[in-house]
């Protein structure tokens, strides 16, 4: 299988309770003593992508191997798309959009 | 007594007395210059710099680029030079052998003895020193900008700049920070570079280092400190603030996760250049010149990309000897957070690695940004809530640089009119 990229979509007070709304809390995964996060796959082509489309994003290339640093509205949006489809990979979704 | 540097030599400050700088630049022709260069010159002047007394001249770029030497034998591994466009030097009138005033801001800094005039080929320079001529590099694209001719020769500063708040008590010269080590009563001294606001894997690579450089030394008292030495240089937007790096360091000692005798933070001006390996080696030059005894060198050690091996930095410092560097490098492996361990703890102790979660200071910064609050054991609440602090008091309301921060921001420092 081809290797994935992360993106960590950390989940504060207010998007927790949207995931519980929706039933989806258990896409979740617990992180760093405690860290609820939602770890959003891409590929190595959607990753490129992210970052030509976001120069302001990070590829942490050195340590965590993730995509950091998208602007917040971004990955606010990314989370919405999580929800609506129910599913964590929507990654190829979100680049048509 | 005279305080011996980096390679030997004694550091000695070549600074002016207020009386006779006035006398001295009268006459001489006025060169602005661009915050990088005034910063190399407060450091050439002050001695973090030791044994330069200039700019580079070009048999000392070539031997540094080529050997990782000047010219006298001395370890150096970045070439610090002077650069102008053919249209400044015909406009100016310069030639070798003049003496001109740089001045920033409108204010004298320095009087420059030019020595030498030179052209060099940069994509040989970048090759040298940073192994890639690939312009992403964010070395490799400064050494392409810089202008078609490079100026060496002497420089003596002519008025001692005024280090703005935050940072005054930050700022140590290198005669200073002996000082202040003498008084603390440490024998050995551990140094982090940083251009990061802390985590607790910093935390632990300071402590871990700590531990190491103690060594055989008594412990009745505390005899070994770590001096965290913030860089401040160029920002690029999403960077933290200089400001939060600067006391985001210094609150872990008042908030007690270092005890008052073991901690000391500080400042140095530089632009970080990203070499890596040679960065490393520059960095080992600047602390000692400190007259700080060793330095930790982590993963990856101001590196960017993946331009070089993770350990590159760690394997360098076996082409030295003690005569070359007189400072110990401290190498360290990571620090990550296990969950079956429940702590961050180090990769040369953990064996759970299927397990592990890394952090970096990105994925904070990521995590900050989601509007989340890291756990104190991944992150001090006193550094978060201090981060916080410093967005609405320095920040214009953000931690993170903004355009709007690189324009409004109190400057790290001035020079007086004289």
């Not at chain 2, 001719?149 to 290198?174: A, D, R, Y």
């Amino acid at each position: 299988m081809a290797e994935t990229f992360p993106i960590n979509v950390w989940i504060n007070e207010e998007r927790y309770a949207k995931l519980q709304a929706a039933g989806l809390a258990d896409l979740c995964q617990e992180m760093l003593a405690g860290l609820k996060v939602l770890r959003v796959p891409t590929t190595a082509e959607q990753r490129d992508e992210l970052l030509k489309r976001y120069p302001m994003a990070k590829f942490d290339s050195a340590t965590t191997k993730s995509i950091e640093l998208l602007p917040k509205a971004v990955k606010d949006q990314i989370f919405d798309l999580i929800v609506e489809k129910k599913k964590v990979d929507v990654i190829a979704e979100f680049l048509k959009k | 007594m005279s305080e011996i540097g980096h390679g030997g030599k004694p550091i000695v400050e070549r600074i002016l007395d207020p009386g006779k700088a006035k006398e001295r630049i009268k006459g001489l022709k006025e060169i602005p210059v661009r915050e990088q260069i005034a910063v190399e010159v407060i450091d050439i002047a002050y001695g973090f710099f030791s044994p330069l007394e200039g700019f580079m001249k070009k048999a000392d770029v070539e031997s540094v680029c080529k050997k990782m030497r000047l010219t006298d034998g001395t370890v150096w591994s970045i070439p610090i030079v002077f650069d102008l466009s053919d249209k400044e030097i015909s406009d100016y009138g310069i030639k070798t052998g003049d003496e001109v005033l740089l001045t920033y801001q409108g204010a004298p800094i320095a009087v420059f003895e030019i020595e030498d005039i030179y052209d060099y080929n940069k994509q040989e320079m970048a090759k040298d020193v940073y192994g890639t001529t690939e312009e992403k590099h964010p070395g490799v694209k400064r050494t392409y900008q810089y202008k078609d001719k490079f100026l060496g020769g002497k420089i003596t500063m002519v008025s001692k700049p005024i280090i703005n708040e935050p940072f005054t008590p930050f700022f140590l010269t290198p005669l200073e920070m002996r000082k202040k080590i003498k008084e603390k009563g440490w024998i050995r001294t551990v140094a982090h570079q940083t251009r990061n606001v802390p985590h607790t894997g910093h935390e632990w690579l300071m402590k871990g280092s700590w531990l190491s450089a103690y060594g055989e030394l008594p412990v009745e008292k505390m005899v070994v400190g770590v001096v965290v030495n913030a860089i401040i240089g160029e920002k690029r937007p999403g960077d933290y603030i200089d400001e939060a790096i600067v006391l985001c360091h210094d609150v872990l000692r008042k908030a007690g996760y270092f005890r008052e005798d073991v901690h000391l933070t500080s400042i140095s001006l530089w632009d970080m250049r990203y070499a890596g390996p040679r960065e490393a080696v520059f960095h080992a030059a600047l602390r000692a010149n400190l007259g700080i005894t060793h330095h930790m060198f982590g993963r990856d050690h101001a590196g960017v990309g993946t331009y070089y091996d993770p350990y590159d930095a760690h394997r360098i410092f076996d082409k030295f000897s003690e005569k070359d560097l007189n400072i110990k490098p401290v190498r360290v492996l990571e620090w990550w957070y296990c969950p079956v361990c429940a702590e961050v703890t180090y990769m040369g102790l953990c064996a759970h690695k299927d397990k592990i979660q890394n952090f970096s200071g990105t994925l904070i910064r990521s995590i900050i940004q989601d509007g989340v609050k890291p756990p104190r054991l991944i992150f001090r609440p006193e550094v978060f809530d201090l981060i916080l602090e410093c967005a609405e008091k320095y920040g214009q309301g953000d931690a993170f640089v903004t355009q709007k921060y690189l324009e409004n921001r109190n400057p790290v420092f001035t020079f007086p009119k004289l």
